[in-house]
């Protein structure tokens, strides 16, 4: 929201608060539980849960959540009315600037556009950022593919579109040829813009926290078990966080980025998840949310720091104080990390119990059963058999677990191939 002071008091007065998307759950929950009247906009895929959900008021059906002129519509179809208290947001990265426009047209309290653009649009995310100084690689926008091999970046590079989720479409470009197979292998030339950018050396971390009147207030850095790309080719998703006493100077460095990175975006109150490589002693920016991160990043974050990321972002939407403070670390270290999945249909797949009895585990989340037909695993980072959340003494301990964890489930795991 726009900034404000936080009230005293750790209860909102009730408010209409719109949210734009039916995911994460978590924050409907926590808006409820402070006396919000949620008001839930989703797709039509999403209604049926949403109706059957106890954390909201009313439920509205939109045709898309990335179109104001949708939502604004099915608002009024519903007769719902909002008055200058009500708060729109949204706790999704796709429809923020949707949440910020509906927001300004309805005369509610809602984060200016150009926050939320700056946000979503990852082009303009790295001009404000480089603006500021920070380290960040270079970026154009090419409106069509076949537009890729005339570029003003020398190779490689990353091509990416704008509505990009679970790094599905996304492509290193490491010469003129690869580009012009590029375009032809995605075919249609009206499909764009697509963002490029230079590509970056260095392995990935990702910055999660909590950030209130400017002021950075929980830091959380972890390591990538592989930079998110290498997916393709075999590496694991999932992270470590790392101990802030056993890496005080990542750390310290973390601050000065993520700081300088939100002051530049103009996001001064709620969560972040930011994207950066290492370089030696230098990090350079990659791309910043102003939401939870995926995976279990919520969960590790609790489990180490204390702090419940989706009740801190209800607390900025309704002007709450941050719980922050009164938050309690825990000495160890944890990390999460998808179980593969193969493409087939999976005969034999780990219980729950067995799975938990593996080195460290502290939580199982299993996704696919016997029976189920996964799809092709190489073509989306999200794409997993379930998760895990593993606990351990420090960093290189947890990595080690979560490698292993997912080296044996790999084993145990039976499928059988399905036609395409």
């Not at 809602?110 to 960040?136: C, E, N, S, T, Y």
């Not at 813009?193 to 990702?206: K, N, Q, T």
Request: with cysteine.
């Amino acid at each position: 929201m726009t900034a404000t002071d936080p009230r005293t008091d750790a209860a909102a007065e009730a408010v209409d608060v719109v949210v734009l998307g039916w995911k994460p759950t978590e924050v409907l929950r926590a808006l409820t539980g402070y006396g919000a009247r949620v008001v839930c906009v989703c797709e039509p895929s999403d209604a049926s849960a949403a109706r059957e959900a106890a954390d909201v008021d009313t439920v509205v059906v939109a045709g898309t959540l990335t179109d104001a002129a949708e939502v604004l519509a099915a608002l009024a179809r519903t007769g719902i009315r909002l008055t200058a208290d009500a708060i729109v947001c949204s706790a999704d990265e796709f429809p923020l600037v949707t949440a910020s426009l509906v927001g300004e047209a309805l005369g509610c309290r809602a984060w200016p556009v150009p926050l939320a653009l700056a946000l979503r649009d990852k082009f303009v995310q790295k001009q404000l950022v480089r603006a500021a100084g920070i380290p960040v690689a270079e970026a154009c926008v090419v409106d069509t593919l076949a537009e890729l091999a005339l570029a003003p970046l020398a190779p490689p590079f990353v091509i990416k579109p704008f509505d990009e989720a679970g790094v599905r479409r996304t492509s290193v470009v490491r010469s003129t040829e690869e580009a012009e197979e590029l375009a032809q292998r995605e075919g249609s030339e009206h499909s764009g813009p697509w963002l490029a950018e230079s590509f970056v050396e260095g392995g990935e971390l990702h910055l999660d926290g909590v950030v209130r009147q400017g002021g950075l207030l929980l830091l959380s850095v972890s390591r990538y078990l592989a930079n998110v790309m290498d997916f393709r080719t075999g590496g694991l998703v999932g992270s470590t966080t790392l101990d802030p006493d056993e890496h005080a100077g990542l750390y310290s460095r973390a601050a000065d980025v993520a700081t300088r990175s939100l002051r530049a975006l103009g996001h001064t109150d709620g969560v972040f998840h930011l994207e950066v490589f290492e370089q030696d002693q230098a990090l350079v920016f990659g791309e910043c949310a102003g939401r939870v991160g995926g995976g279990r990043v919520d969960t590790v974050v609790q489990l180490k720091f204390g702090v419940d990321l989706h009740d801190e972002w209800a607390r900025a939407v309704l002007a709450l104080p941050s719980a922050v403070a009164t938050a309690e670390q825990d000495p160890r270290t944890f990390g999460w990390v998808h179980l593969p999945a193969v493409r087939g249909r999976a005969t034999v797949v780990p219980t729950d119990d067995e799975v938990r009895q593996r080195p460290g585990v502290e939580v199982v989340e299993m996704k696919v059963k016997p029976g189920a037909t996964v799809t092709d695993v190489l073509k989306d980072s999200n794409a997993r058999s379930g998760r895990v959340v593993v606990s351990g003494p420090d960093a290189a301990e947890v990595t080690a677990r979560l490698r292993g964890v997912s080296a044996w489930f790999r084993t145990a795991l039976a499928v059988e191939p399905v036609e395409s």
